[in-house]
């Protein structure tokens, strides 16, 4: 569609969409490595200096193991953020959707958990000293970061199955640690307390349905927000456009793409070009084309320029 009036042609507000988000996600994912990175040390350091015990058993503690996922999913982000900021066009391979699916899960659970349970019964525990970073701080800042990146899908039972392993795991360690063997036999101390209230069998039962709600409640947020971007970055293109005007917007989103694009591999954004067809009633690779074309253009242009 035409500019008007100075006003942004629908590919810039699509591609601004795009660039906004990734600014967001590296903001995010990059505090959050950095605080993460710093509660765990303190966790540890609390652990040796005060506790006096070995500073690993830190991570006996699920709030450790989630917030080191949730720090590797964000260091595994930032990469794809930067260059969605350089070529506005931010998303992650299925992958990495899936990991980051898992850390915003389990780093999602402590939060619930801690809201739901420990800030009743101990508010210093919850919210004192390094906990504040691993119990609110951390999971705020890389649920937000998830909900801004995706993959333009929305997650299948296998990704939603796959988030809640690390949990699922977790809490089966800990019903054989606690439950099985006991601490006077070498285990884990029950750190939730949950012996002193269920059988270690039904604690364990718990835990994993508390998880697997967690999960299932933020995978189901992430589709939600999913599909209501998509239907705001196609609400400037009614249904039934115009096919020549939906090819010369793809044209000339891939000579906007080109100027950041890289000629060995390019990049065809699937998940713009498959609803643009939809709404103009065309197959996709008849938009693949002009998108293609576009984009080789505005590669030979730049080579063009002076000083090339």
Request: proline residues 4%; contains cysteine.
């Amino acid at each position: 569609m035409k500019e008007t009036g100075g006003a942004k042609s629908n590919r810039d507000l699509l591609t601004s969409l795009y660039k906004r988000r990734a600014v967001t996600a590296l903001c995010c994912c990059v505090l959050t490595l950095a605080l993460s990175s710093y509660a765990m040390t303190a966790g540890v350091i609390y652990t040796v200096e005060v506790l006096e015990k070995n500073g690993f058993t830190a991570f006996t503690y699920f709030t450790m193991i989630s917030n080191a996922l949730a720090a590797l999913s964000a260091a595994f982000v930032i990469p794809y953020a930067v260059e969605g900021i350089r070529k506005k066009r931010f998303a992650l391979p299925e992958w990495l959707a899936a990991f980051h699916y898992a850390g915003a899960s389990s780093i999602a659970v402590v939060a619930a958990f801690v809201l739901a349970f420990i800030s009743w019964t101990s508010p210093q525990d919850a919210f004192g000293g390094h906990n504040f970073f691993t119990h609110v701080v951390c999971p705020v800042l890389i649920l937000i970061a998830f909900f801004q990146a995706e993959n333009g899908q929305t997650y299948s039972a296998r990704d939603r199955i796959a988030a809640c392993i690390p949990f699922a795991a977790y809490a089966s360690v800990y019903f054989v640690e606690v439950g099985l063997i006991g601490e006077k036999n070498g285990g884990w101390p029950d750190l939730y307390r949950v012996t002193e209230f269920l059988p270690p069998l039904a604690g364990w039962f718990l835990f994993l349905l508390f998880g697997t709600v967690v999960a299932l409640i933020v995978g189901a947020i992430s589709d939600r927000l999913t599909e209501f971007r998509k239907k705001k970055m196609f609400r400037g293109w009614k249904e039934n456009a115009d096919p020549v005007e939906v090819k010369i917007e793809a044209y000339g989103l891939g000579t906007m793409m080109s100027r950041a694009g890289d000629k060995n591999g390019v990049l065809v954004p699937l998940d713009i070009l498959e609803p643009l067809a939809r709404k103009a009633g065309l197959e996709t690779d008849e938009l693949i084309g002009p998108y293609l074309t576009g984009y080789r253009k505005g590669l030979t242009d730049g080579e063009n320029k002076p000083g090339k």
